[in-house]
């Protein structure tokens, strides 16, 4: 008998053990499964995730926690609520790095980069892109290493990071070359051409970008067939070969009007057609298929939003019709509470009249004192903004301006330098002394703009009949040392005779300081700068031109902006704090001018303000 129960308790313990088997396998399966569900079951996500936690618990399964906090994460990511994502997938992340394997460890840091990737923050994406392909390399799992590598590369090419896009992505197409028969690397090459393509080595990018083309005409992949074709035509856009364009996104628009019937796909066409077309100097077309492209793509993002507020009105109705039964259900309830309610409602609202009258007169006297401590509150902040005027008045235009004569000692300070054996030791340690405190000088103005770039503060204007004539040439004085020094050729271009203006003499001295201090700084040693005075008519034009740097055609919209920042760069290493030009835009709407700016990168600049007399 004892030989007996000991069978049966050992019959018990295997069955017991293979259901525990069956129930874990099946969570695994369920799983994967939510996986693959999209934005309209985002409840359905949150009832399997809380399943398959307490199923897990039951069943002393360790990964329940991974499996559960990644479908919540997934859950909030597909609802846009990244910063609760971001929560659950390194909570998801925590549990996974307790489990004695690793093989969750890569899913975690893959779903938290792809996330820091959508709300645009690529460094965060490039910290646990990197992490998880440590994790994939030490497992040695090839399809999430190459695709990590991948995404690292797309990253590297957002963050301008060209040579570390190349070399992972390089990387991960050795890396699956051996296994070339069973993964696609057309994504792979597709990133290695857009990076060249960044980089305008047009050649190369063609290369990929045909590559891909060829693999996929012989495998019939015609969604990554339309992709190639339109990139193709793109390259031969930058190329300035139009006819090879022209026939490329002629043959997408052909796959997408009617092998795809996509009109997203439609709209990418007449975008490509656009630019080509613009290229080309034909603005009339252009114009066409951008209106084309306008009216499709405004299209689609209509329809979008239509089928949205049909699936939430359905939602809606649904809830409606559950309550409408819920009301039913419960209508002869309320029906004989009703009696009881409304002797206890006329109980009720004679007490809330009562409290009502108490708190009106309590309010009313309150309102009052809070009306007198706002009058008091309203005379302090008219004080404080007019402190702060002047406070800002003061640090900005001190902080700015200063710079000019800071520049101008330290000139003709090492003019003086350059003579210095006819200097006696102790004009020399002198002169030394007065270097070093400009360069502080100048130094200390810098901080201060750095602190006070939020405002650049205002100026009262005082309006005068100056003769802008002589005020051009005193400024023309001022700035020929540092042209001398640059080695620069400055010409000046300025009327002999009086030329009366009707402005404030110093703000238009700021512009003219401004655009000239630019010029210098952006001029290659051995180029030549302009200055001019024009008078024409009724208004007065101010022209400074330079054989400088020159600026890019797509960055001349964002010139004026306050701290822009443009790619052109100082050709001596000179301090660039994005407030100048800003500064200049604002100075001339003070004074009711205009302000323009031609440009061509690597041919110079010219820029022409416009002034009534």
Known sequence: MKYWLLLLLLITCVTRSVEQQVDTTYLKTLYDRCLDFSEDKLDSLTYYARFIKREAARLRFDKGDVLSLRLRGIREDLAGNYERAIEYYLQSLEAARKLPTREYE????????ITYATIKEPLKAKEFYLQSAEVSKGQKRINELVNTYNNLGVIYTQLG?????RILLNEAIRIAKPYEDRLDLSSEYNNLGNVYFREKRYDEALQYFKQNYNTHISKDVSNDLWISILNIADVYIEKKQYDSADKYAREAMEMAQQHFASKSKEADCYSILAKLYEHKGNYNKAFHYLKAWYTLDTALVNADTYHSIAELQERFNAKEREAQNKVLQGKIEREELRRQGITLFAIALSVILILIAIAFLIKRNANKRLQDTNTQILLQNEKLAELNYEKNSLISIVSHDLNTPFATIQIWGQVLESESANLTEEQDKALQKILQASYYGEELIQRILNIERADIGAHKMYLENFDIAVLAKEIAEKFKPAATKKELQFYTDIPQKQLLLMSDKQLVG??????????????????????????????????????????????????FSRYSKISSQTTDGEVSNGLGLSIVK????????????????????LFTVVLKK
Not at 542 to 548: A, L, P
């Open 510 to 559: 700021r512009i003219c300081e401004n655009l000239l201090s630019n010029a210098i700084k952006y001029t290659v040693r051995g180029k030549r700068i302009w200055f001019s005075i024009v008078e024409d008519n009724d208004v007065v034009n101010i022209k400074v031109r330079d054989e400088g740097v020159g600026i890019p055609k797509e960055e001349l919209p964002y010139l």
């Open 586 to 605: 604002r100075i001339v709407e003070e004074l009711n001018g205009k302000i323009y700016c031609e440009s061509e990168q690597g041919q110079g600049s």
């Open 106 to 113: 890569s899913s975690a840091l893959s779903d938290l980069a």
């Open 161 to 165: 990071q060209y040579d570390s896009a």
